[in-house]
Protein backbone atom coordinates (compact mmCIF):
# COMPACT_ATOMS: atom_id res chain seq x y z
CA UNK A 1 0.00 0.00 0.00
CA UNK A 2 1.47 3.59 -0.45
CA UNK A 3 0.70 6.23 1.83
CA UNK A 4 1.31 9.27 -0.20
CA UNK A 5 -0.12 12.26 0.85
CA UNK A 6 0.42 13.36 4.05
CA UNK A 7 -0.48 16.98 5.37
CA UNK A 8 2.08 19.90 5.45
CA UNK A 9 1.60 20.35 8.48
CA UNK A 10 3.82 17.59 9.72
CA UNK A 11 7.64 17.21 8.73
CA UNK A 12 7.69 13.99 6.75
CA UNK A 13 10.47 11.67 5.88
CA UNK A 14 9.93 8.30 3.33
CA UNK A 15 10.62 5.12 5.64
CA UNK A 16 11.12 1.79 4.19
CA UNK A 17 8.15 0.84 5.34
CA UNK A 18 5.73 3.88 5.52
CA UNK A 19 5.86 7.56 6.18
CA UNK A 20 7.94 8.73 9.36
CA UNK A 21 5.86 11.36 10.97
CA UNK A 22 7.55 13.80 12.70
CA UNK A 23 5.00 16.14 14.11
CA UNK A 24 2.80 16.77 16.91
CA UNK A 25 4.06 13.52 18.73
CA UNK A 26 6.68 13.75 21.12
CA UNK A 27 8.25 10.11 18.96
CA UNK A 28 8.36 9.81 15.51
CA UNK A 29 5.04 7.88 14.41
CA UNK A 30 5.19 5.60 11.00
CA UNK A 31 2.27 4.41 9.32
CA UNK A 32 1.81 1.09 7.56
CA UNK A 33 -0.34 -1.65 6.49
CA UNK A 34 -1.72 -4.30 9.43
CA UNK A 35 -0.20 -7.30 10.19
CA UNK A 36 -1.21 -10.59 11.17
CA UNK A 37 1.27 -9.75 14.36
CA UNK A 38 -0.44 -6.52 14.91
CA UNK A 39 -3.62 -8.40 16.05
CA UNK A 40 -3.38 -8.68 19.39
CA UNK A 41 -2.67 -5.01 19.79
CA UNK A 42 -5.71 -3.99 17.65
CA UNK A 43 -7.63 -6.50 19.44
CA UNK A 44 -6.65 -5.10 23.03
CA UNK A 45 -7.43 -1.45 21.98
CA UNK A 46 -10.21 -1.98 20.38
CA UNK A 47 -11.97 -4.16 23.58
CA UNK A 48 -10.82 -1.33 25.55
CA UNK A 49 -12.72 1.14 24.23
CA UNK A 50 -15.84 -1.04 23.22
CA UNK A 51 -15.76 -1.65 26.92
CA UNK A 52 -16.11 2.20 27.16
CA UNK A 53 -18.70 2.56 24.65
CA UNK A 54 -16.54 4.71 22.44
CA UNK A 55 -15.85 2.70 19.70
CA UNK A 56 -18.13 -0.46 18.52
CA UNK A 57 -16.63 -3.74 19.50
CA UNK A 58 -14.45 -5.74 16.86
CA UNK A 59 -13.95 -9.62 16.90
CA UNK A 60 -10.96 -11.31 16.20
CA UNK A 61 -12.46 -13.33 12.93
CA UNK A 62 -13.78 -10.05 11.76
CA UNK A 63 -10.43 -8.43 11.90
CA UNK A 64 -8.88 -11.51 10.50
CA UNK A 65 -11.00 -11.22 7.38
CA UNK A 66 -10.56 -7.23 7.73
CA UNK A 67 -7.14 -7.22 7.55
CA UNK A 68 -6.55 -5.13 4.10
CA UNK A 69 -8.42 -2.35 5.38
CA UNK A 70 -6.55 -2.08 8.18
CA UNK A 71 -3.24 0.79 8.39
CA UNK A 72 -1.66 0.91 11.95
CA UNK A 73 0.74 3.92 13.54
CA UNK A 74 3.97 3.11 15.19
CA UNK A 75 6.70 4.08 17.46
CA UNK A 76 10.10 4.33 15.57
CA UNK A 77 10.55 1.68 17.84
CA UNK A 78 7.31 -0.31 16.86
CA UNK A 79 5.73 0.16 19.59
CA UNK A 80 1.95 -0.21 18.43
CA UNK A 81 0.10 3.22 18.88
CA UNK A 82 -3.41 3.08 16.86
CA UNK A 83 -5.00 1.56 13.89
CA UNK A 84 -7.89 2.68 11.27
CA UNK A 85 -9.52 1.07 8.67
CA UNK A 86 -10.95 2.52 5.45
CA UNK A 87 -14.04 -0.35 4.51
CA UNK A 88 -15.35 -0.39 1.02
CA UNK A 89 -19.41 0.15 0.96
CA UNK A 90 -19.24 -0.08 -2.98
CA UNK A 91 -19.94 2.49 -5.45
CA UNK A 92 -17.30 4.18 -4.53
CA UNK A 93 -18.17 4.97 -0.70
CA UNK A 94 -15.64 3.85 2.02
CA UNK A 95 -16.45 4.03 5.73
CA UNK A 96 -13.48 5.27 8.22
CA UNK A 97 -13.99 2.19 10.37
CA UNK A 98 -12.29 1.33 14.04
CA UNK A 99 -10.52 4.90 14.36
CA UNK A 100 -8.52 4.03 17.36
CA UNK A 101 -5.12 5.71 19.00
CA UNK A 102 -3.96 3.98 22.32
CA UNK A 103 -4.18 6.08 25.98
CA UNK A 104 -0.99 6.79 26.17
CA UNK A 105 -0.42 8.72 22.47
CA UNK A 106 -3.32 10.48 22.33
CA UNK A 107 -3.81 14.25 21.36
CA UNK A 108 -0.97 14.31 20.01
CA UNK A 109 -2.02 14.27 16.54
CA UNK A 110 -1.76 10.69 15.52
CA UNK A 111 -5.71 9.84 15.04
CA UNK A 112 -5.49 12.92 13.03
CA UNK A 113 -2.54 11.05 10.81
CA UNK A 114 -4.34 8.09 10.63
CA UNK A 115 -7.32 9.89 8.78
CA UNK A 116 -4.98 11.45 6.64
CA UNK A 117 -3.73 8.24 5.87
CA UNK A 118 -6.86 6.63 4.67
CA UNK A 119 -8.08 9.55 2.51
CA UNK A 120 -4.71 9.23 0.66
CA UNK A 121 -5.34 5.36 0.36
CA UNK A 122 -8.66 6.49 -1.08
CA UNK A 123 -7.36 8.79 -3.27
CA UNK A 124 -4.62 6.01 -4.41
CA UNK A 125 -7.98 3.20 -5.43
CA UNK A 126 -8.80 2.04 -9.06
CA UNK A 127 -11.60 2.59 -9.58
CA UNK A 128 -11.72 6.09 -8.09
CA UNK A 129 -13.16 6.56 -4.55
CA UNK A 130 -16.17 9.10 -4.83
CA UNK A 131 -16.47 9.72 -0.85
CA UNK A 132 -15.17 9.03 2.40
CA UNK A 133 -17.90 8.73 5.46
CA UNK A 134 -17.50 8.47 8.90
CA UNK A 135 -20.52 8.32 11.74
CA UNK A 136 -18.33 9.64 14.94
CA UNK A 137 -18.20 10.92 18.36
CA UNK A 138 -15.43 13.79 16.89
CA UNK A 139 -16.61 15.40 14.25
CA UNK A 140 -14.51 18.33 14.96
CA UNK A 141 -11.28 15.83 14.35
CA UNK A 142 -12.98 14.76 10.66
CA UNK A 143 -13.75 18.66 10.22
CA UNK A 144 -10.26 20.05 10.55
CA UNK A 145 -9.12 17.31 7.91
CA UNK A 146 -11.61 18.59 5.42
CA UNK A 147 -14.74 16.16 5.91
CA UNK A 148 -18.22 18.16 6.01
CA UNK A 149 -21.21 17.69 8.35
CA UNK A 150 -23.32 15.47 6.08
CA UNK A 151 -26.71 13.68 7.00
CA UNK A 152 -26.09 9.76 7.58
CA UNK A 153 -29.21 8.72 5.58
CA UNK A 154 -26.74 9.34 2.60
CA UNK A 155 -24.97 6.23 4.00
CA UNK A 156 -27.86 3.62 3.77
CA UNK A 157 -25.58 0.44 3.43
CA UNK A 158 -24.06 1.60 6.73
CA UNK A 159 -26.91 1.90 7.97
CA UNK A 160 -28.15 -1.39 7.24
CA UNK A 161 -24.68 -3.22 8.55
CA UNK A 162 -24.29 -1.37 11.52
CA UNK A 163 -26.79 1.34 12.61
CA UNK A 164 -29.32 -1.13 12.73
CA UNK A 165 -27.95 -3.13 15.41
CA UNK A 166 -27.28 -0.82 17.24
CA UNK A 167 -28.86 -0.44 20.48
CA UNK A 168 -28.36 3.28 20.00
CA UNK A 169 -29.94 3.47 16.46
CA UNK A 170 -32.71 5.64 17.25
CA UNK A 171 -30.45 8.11 20.03
CA UNK A 172 -27.64 7.87 18.16
CA UNK A 173 -24.55 10.07 19.72
CA UNK A 174 -22.69 10.22 16.33
CA UNK A 175 -22.18 12.74 13.41
CA UNK A 176 -21.74 11.60 9.78
CA UNK A 177 -19.24 13.53 8.10
CA UNK A 178 -17.64 12.98 4.51
CA UNK A 179 -15.01 14.04 2.21
CA UNK A 180 -16.48 13.79 -1.24
CA UNK A 181 -13.41 12.63 -3.36
CA UNK A 182 -15.33 13.07 -7.05
CA UNK A 183 -16.59 16.86 -6.77
C1 LIG B 1 -10.61 9.76 18.65
C2 LIG B 1 -9.12 9.42 18.66
C3 LIG B 1 -8.83 8.36 17.61
C4 LIG B 1 -8.34 10.68 18.32
O1 LIG B 1 -6.96 10.35 18.26
P1 LIG B 1 -5.86 11.41 18.63
O2 LIG B 1 -4.56 10.87 18.25
O3 LIG B 1 -6.03 11.85 20.03
O4 LIG B 1 -6.28 12.60 17.63
P2 LIG B 1 -5.50 13.95 17.36
O5 LIG B 1 -4.35 14.08 18.31
O6 LIG B 1 -5.22 14.03 15.92
O7 LIG B 1 -6.60 15.05 17.73
C5 LIG B 1 -7.06 15.10 19.08
C6 LIG B 1 -7.20 16.52 19.56
O8 LIG B 1 -5.99 17.22 19.41
C7 LIG B 1 -6.26 18.56 19.01
N1 LIG B 1 -5.70 18.79 17.67
C8 LIG B 1 -5.20 17.84 16.82
N2 LIG B 1 -4.75 18.43 15.70
C9 LIG B 1 -4.96 19.74 15.84
C10 LIG B 1 -4.70 20.86 15.02
N3 LIG B 1 -4.12 20.76 13.84
N4 LIG B 1 -5.05 22.08 15.47
C11 LIG B 1 -5.65 22.21 16.65
N5 LIG B 1 -5.93 21.17 17.49
C12 LIG B 1 -5.58 19.98 17.09
C13 LIG B 1 -7.75 18.72 19.02
O9 LIG B 1 -8.17 19.16 20.28
C14 LIG B 1 -8.20 17.31 18.79
O10 LIG B 1 -9.47 17.02 19.31
P3 LIG B 1 -10.79 17.27 18.41
O11 LIG B 1 -10.45 16.72 17.09
O12 LIG B 1 -11.89 16.52 19.06
O13 LIG B 1 -11.00 18.72 18.37
C15 LIG B 1 -8.67 8.93 20.06
O14 LIG B 1 -8.99 9.91 21.02
C16 LIG B 1 -9.30 7.61 20.46
O15 LIG B 1 -8.76 6.55 20.15
N6 LIG B 1 -10.47 7.67 21.15
C17 LIG B 1 -11.15 6.48 21.61
C18 LIG B 1 -11.71 5.68 20.44
C19 LIG B 1 -12.73 6.48 19.66
O16 LIG B 1 -13.46 7.31 20.15
N7 LIG B 1 -12.79 6.14 18.36
C20 LIG B 1 -13.76 6.68 17.46
C21 LIG B 1 -13.25 7.86 16.71
S1 LIG B 1 -14.39 8.23 15.37
Not at 21 to 30: T, Y
Not at 149 to 160: D, H, N, T
Request: glycine letters at 6%; proline letters at 5%; a positive charge.
Amino acid sequence: MNILHISASVKTSGAAAGIILMGMAQESIILVPAAEADLPAMLSLFDDYAQRQLMLPRTEADLRANMGNFIVAKSAEGVFVGAAALRPFGEGYYEVRSLAVARGFINAGVGSRLVEALLAKARALEPPARCVFALTKRPNLFRRLGFRLAYRERFPAKIWADCRQCPKYELCDETAVEYRLDQ
